[in-house]
Nanobody, 131 residues
């Protein structure tokens, strides 16, 4: 059974930073690309960033480029999201998920990330950006 546990969220002022972590069990972690998603109240879940199984290839939605950094430690079955210069609009619940084999990248210049069919979303970690 695949389990995903996100952590690291919290309350931060605009312009502040947070580092999120996501630990996965129940699958061969280094066989999967991984992605971070977020969902604000009343909005659909959106992909934010993803990276390939080795961590060499990383991808970001336009709104976070230059401010977020995704990384992974396959020895710890963990993926990270370093978020800098946070904005109030980025207040959301943040989730991670394993992705389809070709479910991470840019298509026609636009970011995309597609979770695996068997994804079971974790509880997420709340990020609140407020003064």
């Amino acid at each position: 059974q695949v389990q995903v546990v996100e952590s690291g969220g919290g309350l931060v002022q605009p312009g502040g930073s947070l580092r999120l972590s996501c630990t996965v069990s129940g699958l061969n972690f280094d066989d999967y690309a991984m992605g971070w998603f977020r969902q604000s109240p009343g909005k659909e879940r959106e992909g934010v960033s993803c990276l390939g199984w080795s961590g060499t290839s990383t991808y970001y939605v336009d709104s976070v480029k230059g401010r977020y950094t995704i990384s992974r430690d396959n020895a710890k079955n963990t993926v990270y999201l370093q978020m800098n210069s946070l904005e109030t609009e980025e207040t959301a619940m943040y989730y991670c998920a394993p992705l389809l084999p070709i479910g991470c990248g840019y298509r026609n210049g636009h970011y995309y990330s597609t979770p695996v069919d068997f994804v079971k979303w974790g509880q997420g970690t709340q990020v609140t950006v407020s003064s």
